[in-house]
Nanobody
Framework: QVHVLESGGGFVQAGGSLRLSCVVTGGTFTNYALAWFRQAPGRQREFVAYVRSIYRTTYYSDSVKGRFTISTDNEKNEMYLQMSSLKPEDTAVYYC????????????????????WGQGTQVTVSS
């Protein structure tokens, strides 16, 4: 059984930094495609960043490119999202997602394509 657990959210002023962590247990960690999504109140869940460590592949949404960095520690079964230069519009609940299937094209951007999810962690950026 796969378990996904995020941590590291909090409250930060604009321009600040936070690091989110996500532990994935069950199965072989390097077999999973991993991603961060976020959901602000009244909005749909949106793609933030993706990593497939076995292929050394990462992708980012245009809104976070250059400010956020996704990475993994395969020995710890852990994924991270280092967020810098945070903006008030980054305020949302951030979710970690995992799935073992191969993603073609940009299908990794659709949250419905991921089977395993964490409970979410709140990130609030004040202006």
């Amino acid at each position: 059984q796969v378990h996904v657990l995020e941590s590291g959210g909090g409250f930060v002023q604009a321009g600040g930094s936070l690091r989110l962590s996500c532990v994935v247990t069950g199965g072989t960690f390097t077999n999973y495609a991993l991603a961060w999504f976020r959901q602000a109140p009244g909005r749909q869940r949106e793609f933030v960043a993706y990593v497939r460590s076995i292929y050394r592949t990462t992708y980012y949404s245009d809104s976070v490119k250059g400010r956020f960095t996704i990475s993994t520690d395969n020995e710890k079964n852990e994924m991270y999202l280092q967020m810098s230069s945070l903006k008030p519009e980054d305020t949302a609940v951030y979710y970690c997602a995992a799935d073992p299937k191969i993603f073609w094209g940009d299908t990794y951007r659709a949250p419905t394509n991921f089977d395993y999810w964490g409970q979410g962690t709140q990130v609030t950026v004040s202006s």
